[in-house]
């Protein structure tokens, strides 16, 4: 019987799976990424229904900077995976906002409009804005130490008002945070720089573009991708990993594992580990409800890229106490307001997505029945919600999708469906096992960027130096 | 290799690693981290493709010969005279 050895498995062809086989295939390793779903891109696919695309997760990337640019995680990616700058084809975001009752702060990729808007609504406070600014860690200093530093002790150090700490988290809080209602501060530092000084672009064709760039090139480098193949088992032999034993019983060996597939994920596929550390998944789930309308949603009024809002002084990120979800905030996102170039036109027809907490069991405990009309209620609940800080586009909405923690998990197997992972992370990406590392969600950099630039990062210090 | 066909090797790694820069005006006295902005990544990428392309192997504790363009040719000038530009 003839097995091949790889160099390394990859679990999960997310965005840092495949982000990751890129570098090793690129050094002429031997790599598989192994995917569980029948399509690729985990937390961040995409899909087709009647006749219409959609994206599962994509409202923005962030850490936008402009071509040229030298530093920030974009330039570091696109370096790394020798891509260029137009391969990803980003466009800038036309203009955001929080809003939350009686007040709203715009902001957009230069941060001198968030400042002006603080000058402005917090006139106080705006020495302590800056200074802020001059105490934010850069990314490469971030260390396990500093980075479970509540935000909100350091905040409630620096600004008299409360108001504009629950404004300024918001956003922050909405595309990046793990825990519930108070935030680590690495990862605060990390999304304050990702979406305030460096910003939000999409490409033209959606997430679609990056995944397609990513896979070819990692198949055109010699990588191996197979789809439908769920690792059951990480086959362990006294601290050492040897191996995985796929759902279908086909065994694999390796001379090292990197999983993308969580840390509470990973530790139970693991055939040593008795006991795991539960605690650690996170609670924090969405439902994302798709609006499609008859017109540019800027013609229905609606003109900002994304919006952010809240509906009283008070930030709420907490899963939900008693319901299927919490709408009282939410996020709001136009795919149609980025500055797309003259050659590409606008998307065809007008989208506007809206993500609201949402709590994993009681979508779960749903039969079929009520599950598909639970959609609808909450479709109707959270559009009636953010009629409040937007306007009324829903005399426009001409086709509907909702998609439910249910769905997330089937995407990710993540555990609750939690999209950013569990509650501590893993800065340096290792495990109890000495060729077992972590990339990813759970190593501490979400979203896209955050995920690809993880991939790299762990593929250069696990998987490439040791064969140095 | 002669230390023209190593410094065009070197130009070729570059671009790969960075192909939106214009590289028609690098001055080889003055640093790579100051004209490009490299990062310790993207050196760490440039020993990586020396080892790839012509299984150069350059400790770590050497790093710091590739400063500038001048000062990596002549580190590797010893290491690649051997070598037969392909
Ligand atoms: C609704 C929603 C909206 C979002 N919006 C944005 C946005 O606008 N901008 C942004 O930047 N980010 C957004 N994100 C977050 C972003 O998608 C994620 O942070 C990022 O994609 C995570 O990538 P990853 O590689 O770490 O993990 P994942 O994408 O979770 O990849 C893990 C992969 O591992 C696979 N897997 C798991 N277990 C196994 C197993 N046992 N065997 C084999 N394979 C396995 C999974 O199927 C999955 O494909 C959003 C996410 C969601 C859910």
Same mark, same amino acid.
């Given at each position: ?14 965005? !840092? ?9 690129? $050094? ?7 995917? /569980? ?7 961040? !696919? ?23 640019? /030298? ?42 409009? =968030?400042?002006?808007?603080?000058? @402005? ?29 509540? @935000? ?9 008002? &409360? ?7 918001? &956003? ?21 720089? !990702? ?7 999409? &490409?033209? +064709?959606?997430?679609?573009?990056? =995944? ?7 198949? *055109?480098?010699?990588?191996?991708? #197979? ?19 796929? *759902?279908?019983?086909?065994? =694999? ?44 949603? /800027? ?14 002084? #008070? ?13 009282? @905030?939410?996020?709001?996102?136009? &795919?149609?307001? $980025? ?35 639970? /959609?609808?209620?909450? $479709? ?25 923690? #249910? ?16 509650? +501590? ?44 | ?14 671009? %790969?690693?960075?192909?939106? %820069? ?11 981290? %100051? ?24 400790? %770590? ?26």
């Amino acid at each position: 019987m003839s097995t091949t050895e790889y160099d390394t498995i990859i679990i999960g062809a997310g965005m !840092s799976g495949l982000a990751a086989g890129i570098r090793l295939a690129h $050094y002429d390793q031997r790599v598989c990424v192994l995917e /569980k779903h029948y399509t690729i891109g985990g937390l961040n !696919s995409f899909y087709r229904i009647n006749g219409r695309n959609y994206d599962v997760g994509l409202h923005a990337m962030t850490n936008f900077t402009e071509k040229g640019a /030298k530093k920030g995680p974009l330039a570091r990616l696109l370096k790394q995976l020798r891509f260029r700058w137009d391969d990803f084809q980003l466009a800038p975001q036309a203009g955001s906002a929080v809003a939350f009752p009686h007040i709203q702060l715009n902001f957009n990729n230069d941060i001198q409009l =968030l400042r002006s808007e603080i000058a @402005t609504h917090f006139p106080t406070q705006i020495d302590r804005f800056d200074r802020l600014l001059s105490e934010l860690i850069e990314y490469d200093d971030l260390k396990q130490e500093d980075f479970e530093i509540s @935000t909100r002790q350091v905040l409630g150090g620096i600004f008299a008002d &409360p108001l504009l700490i629950e404004m300024l988290l918001c &956003p922050l809080m909405w595309y990046g945070n793990a825990r519930q209602d108070d935030m680590d501060y690495g990862q605060f530092c990390i999304m304050f720089r !990702s979406i305030f000084l460096e910003g939000f672009a999409r &490409p033209f +064709k959606g997430v679609r573009l990056i =995944l397609k760039n990513l896979v070819r090139r990692f198949r *055109e480098l010699g990588g191996h991708l #197979k789809l439908r193949s769920g690792v059951e088992r990480i086959d362990v032999d006294s601290g050492h990993a040897m191996g995985v034993t796929l *759902e279908d019983g086909t065994q =694999l060996t390796a001379k090292r594992i990197l999983s993308s597939a969580g840390v509470v994920e990973t530790m139970r596929l693991c055939s040593d580990s008795s006991v795991v550390d539960v605690d650690r998944t996170g609670e924090l789930t969405f439902i994302e409800s798709i609006s499609v309308l008859d017109c540019q949603p /800027k013609k229905a009024g609606f003109d900002k890229t994304i919006v952010f809002f809240n509906d009283s002084d #008070k930030f709420h990120w907490h899963q939900p106490e008693s319901d299927l979800c919490d709408v009282r @905030t939410g996020v709001l996102c136009s &795919p149609n307001n $980025y500055l797309y170039g003259d050659t590409e036109g606008e998307l065809e027809a007008g989208f506007i997505r809206q993500t609201s907490i949402a709590h994993f069991g009681r979508w779960m405990e749903l039969d079929e029945r009520a599950y598909r009309q639970q /959609k609808m209620r909450w $479709y109707d609940l959270s559009t009636q919600a953010a009629a409040q800080f937007v306007p009324d586009f829903r005399r426009h909405v001409i086709d509907t999708d909702v998609f439910t923690p #249910k769905t997330i998990r089937r995407f990710t197997s993540h555990d609750n469906g939690a999209v950013y992972g569990a509650t +501590k992370k893993q800065l340096d990406g290792t495990t109890h096992l000495d060729n077992l590392y972590l990339c990813g969600t759970d190593q501490g950099f979400v979203g896209i960027v955050g995920a690809i630039v993880s991939g790299i990062s762990m593929a250069n210090q696990h998987c490439l130096r040791s064969d140095l | 290799m002669t230390p023209a066909e190593i410094r065009d090797e070197i130009l070729d790694i570059l671009s %790969e690693i960075a192909p939106d %820069e214009d590289l028609s005006d690098l001055e080889d006295a003055k640093s790579f981290r %100051e004209q490009m902005e490299l990062d310790s990544m993207d050196f760490l990428d440039i020993v990586m493709e020396l080892r790839k392309r012509h299984r150069v192997q350059i400790p %770590e504790d050497e790093y710091t010969n590739l400063a500038s363009m001048a000062s990596t040719v002549s580190y590797l000038e010893p290491k690649m005279k051997d070598i037969i530009k392909a």
